[in-house]
């Protein structure tokens, strides 16, 4: 490990997560939550700046549970993580075992109004520099704004991809598209900046879902697709080598049903972003499409619903071609709409 990897340029991308991003105030409680996984460069730099800033930073350590969401709670200290949680303004997640979707997180988010949260699960000094302190955050925000809009708009869906996907689904105008722009300075659940996700309506989703880029956890980068026949939302049938038998096996060990529906869909647009297995990354590889699998969390929900399962996965489907209402926006990761193209020529992604 190079301990010096980016010193510099680190300090300016934690300065623009705290002030751009954030945007910390004086006298605000900022929580880091980290685990023994975590790379600790990460998070003494967001430490310093956010301190610089006047706010008042404090830093969780955990060890690392033996899994993510709701499967880590056996492994967390509940009830003081959650306390803490609720008494903070912002809260940044470096775990590399998320804490997203689990019970501490869960609590937070219901019990504390005006906590921001930012999923930065994983985050290292390469990917901090190329994905937040390397963004031209107002020109990403137009692009995907007008994405946001298309999908919001559009009742019917196809993806396919060179592995060979085919998969069709309805939206579902009940549920919340997020538009993940970067910026975590309102309260609510926000991501990196690159992605935009939502629920569609499950009971529509059919064809073949294919895994070719990573599956986080319990593989991390594929050697091999996985090839996932998919019924009314459900998860029917599993094809291809070792990794699909040990992700096959991984969802059934929950013996919960949820555990083989599709959660989520998700577009990837970060022009900086590669794939690593570091999922915080691969699910905005630039013309990449990731589907959720397991947990429904409560930011998909008008409401507030959460549709609870033990634990949740996500895969990534390279090279993506895509039909909204039968019009192409991308063909095998390439953005071709007429309404985008010129845009993503300036975003380095022509």
């Not at 040990?246 to 919960?256: I, P, R």
């Amino acid at each position: 490990m190079n301990m010096f990897q980016y010193e510099y340029e680190l300090g300016k991308a934690a300065d623009i997560l705290t002030r751009e991003l954030f945007k910390l105030k004086p006298g605000e409680t900022f929580v880091i939550t980290a685990d023994t996984e975590s790379d600790l460069r990460v998070v003494n730099a967001t430490a310093r700046a956010a301190f610089s800033v006047g706010a008042k930073p404090m830093v969780i350590l955990l060890a690392s549970p033996l899994g993510v969401s709701e499967a880590a709670d056996p492994m967390l200290p509940v009830e003081s993580l959650t306390g803490a949680l609720k008494g903070a303004d912002a809260w940044v997640e470096f775990n590399n075992e998320w804490l997203l979707y689990s019970t501490p997180y869960n609590m937070a988010m219901k019990g504390n109004e005006k906590l921001r949260y930012m999923n930065l699960v994983g985050m290292n000094p390469d990917l901090m520099v190329r994905c937040i302190g390397r963004v031209n955050y107002p020109l990403l925000g137009e692009f995907m704004e007008k994405v946001h809009r298309m999908t919001t708009s559009t009742k019917h869906f196809r993806f396919t991809t060179p592995a060979g996907e085919d998969l069709e689904f309805d939206y579902n105008l009940d549920r919340v598209t997020t538009l993940s722009k970067g910026y975590a300075d309102v309260p609510g659940s926000h991501m990196m900046a690159g992605q935009i996700a939502w629920a569609p309506k499950f009971d529509s989703i059919n064809g073949v879902l294919v895994f070719d880029g990573s599956v986080v956890p319990p593989l991390g980068k594929l050697e091999e697709p996985i090839r996932l026949t998919v019924e009314k939302g459900a998860i029917v049938k599993v094809e291809g080598g070792n990794e699909a038998r040990e992700f096959e096996q991984w969802m059934d060990s929950w013996n919960h049903p949820q555990m083989r529906r599709l959660a989520h869909a998700s577009w990837a647009w970060h022009p900086g972003a590669k794939l690593t297995g570091d999922i915080v990354e691969d699910e905005r590889v630039w013309g990449a499409t990731e589907w959720g699998i397991g947990a429904v969390g409560p930011l998909f929900s008008k409401t507030g619903e959460y549709i609870a399962a033990p634990s949740h996965t996500d895969g990534i489907c390279m090279n993506t071609s895509a039909w909204l209402d039968g019009v192409q926006l991308l063909d095998e990761g390439k953005v071709v709409h007429p309404e985008l193209v010129e845009l993503a020529r300036k975003l380095g992604k022509g």
